[in-house]
């Protein structure tokens, strides 16, 4: 059984950094993607970031710059650095896994297989 589990979350202020990290349990992949979805009350789900098995990786336009999607393979942990955080990047903040090779077409905007729970973001002004 695939499980998802984020950390990291927390609350910060306007200009601060946080880390959050996603750990597979069950889950492996040759030519998939993982990826970084937030969703803030009363708005649609939105991709923030993404990676792929081949190391390619994709940013939310309005996010590049600020946001980094990196992996470690050898702790099956996926990680999102965040810097320079905003009151607008409050949100919960989920992890996604798909081991399809489908998912690097559109990888924001993929319907992915496995999710995690989430993990709160509040970033104070």
């Known amino acids: 059984q695939v499980q998802l589990v984020e950390s990291g979350g927390g609350s910060v202020q306007a200009g601060g950094s946080l880390r959050l990290s996603c750990v597979t349990y069950g889950y492996t992949s040759s030519r998939g993607c993982m990826a970084w979805f937030r969703q803030a009350p009363g708005l649609e789900r939105e991709g923030v970031a993404s990676i792929d098995d081949f190391l390619r990786t994709s940013y939310a336009d309005s996010l590049k710059g600020r946001f980094t999607i990196s992996q470690d393979n050898a702790k099956n942990t996926l990680y999102l650095q965040m810097n320079s955080l905003k009151p607008e990047d409050t949100a919960m903040y989920y992890c996604?896994?798909?081991?399809?090779?489908?998912?690097?077409?559109?990888?924001?905007?993929?319907?992915?297989?496995?999710w995690g729970q989430g993990t709160q973001v509040t970033v104070s002004s």
């Open positions: 996604a896994a798909d081991p399809r090779l489908v998912c690097s077409i559109n990888p924001l905007k993929y319907d992915y297989n496995y």
